[in-house]
């Protein structure tokens, strides 16, 4: 699945496109009284004629509408993918799909911060010792977390954050029956009656959120994926998280992401072992349904998960969620410089392969490498 050559080889060979050409035929030929055990005679077959000459000429506007390209000397191989992406979502619009759309939660969490820098302009208050530390000429800092690296306990607060700002910054109380902890509870205590109208705090989620990783040790990527996932099931089921929904939505999400990015993956019966209330029945259900609520898209660019770590260090900064910065050492500063030598001779090699394919810019552009200064 997936392959061009086997899915889309020629738009002529298309079920779909065959369906429509044998209709076209079919309509012709009954306009026209073909095949309905009369002889039409010249006039029928003029008549056939011309009701194929208009049905053609439609038929080849949409085929060519389709391949994207008119050049008879062959159609545009387009990628299964793009063929199966819904009609009824925006790409450019939804975040967890392109690079350059703003992620949802960061622009739920503006509100708060202007709020808060207008409420301290105006009652004058001071922003108290300045903590954070500056690089100058002689000393750099630097902290642990890269987006290929990230650190687990920072990104899992600031995910956490993330999903706080969802919820308490929500359009309405949009959701769905398998995620209702009152209709799915997670342990045998009973659910209060007004479960639905607090909404929990940021360490209460946190806390949910890190008892999950620490039991089935999971990585600070897969916390990135997971609001990833989170985001696209908002966007595609058209619902939102709300105090009624946000542990089930949430540990579904936790649970795809960690089958889809970790190669050895907790399985549902581990997740029963942590909470130790909920059947393998109801986690296969709601894994079930949050895989069709998603379309199957399981899908994460690198740009977008890049786009959604610097957008979470962004939240880190806008509500003071420190990272711990250490000075760079000399052997830190060699292994960066290592780690970039690496990826600087594979995408040079690839630069050089596609000049090769283009005879103009030959000789035209040189990388050049500069040595890092170590003191």
Known sequence: ????????????????????????????????????????GAAAAAAAAACLERRGGAYREITEAESGDSDPGGPHLQHISDREFPDDLALESNPSDHPRASTIFLSKSQTDVR???KSNHINHVSPGQLTKKYSSCSTIFIDDSTVSQ???????????LAIYYHIKNRDSDRSLDIFDEKSHPLTREEVPDDYYKHDPDHKHIYRFVRTLFSAAQLTAECAIVTLVYLERL???AEIDICPSNWKRI???????ASKVWDDQAVWNVDYCQILKDITVEDM?????????????NINVPASVYAKYYFDLRSLADDNNLSFLLEPLSKERAQKLEAISRLCEDKYKDLSKAAMRRSFSADNLVGIRRSNAILS
């Open 1 to 40: 699945m997936g392959n061009t050559v086997t899915c889309c080889v020629s738009p002529g060979g298309s079920p779909k496109l065959g369906r429509a050409r044998g209709s076209a035929l079919g309509s012709a030929a009954a306009a026209a009284g073909i095949g309905g055990g009369g002889g039409g």
């Open 115 to 117: 709020e808060k820098r």
């Open 150 to 160: 990230p650190n687990l306990r920072s990104t899992i607060k600031c995910v956490t």
């Open 234 to 236: 908002l966007t595609y």
């Open 250 to 256: 949430v540990l579904g999400a936790i649970l795809l």
């Open 284 to 296: 296969n259900e709601m894994e079930r349904h949050f895989l069709e609520l998603l379309q199957f």
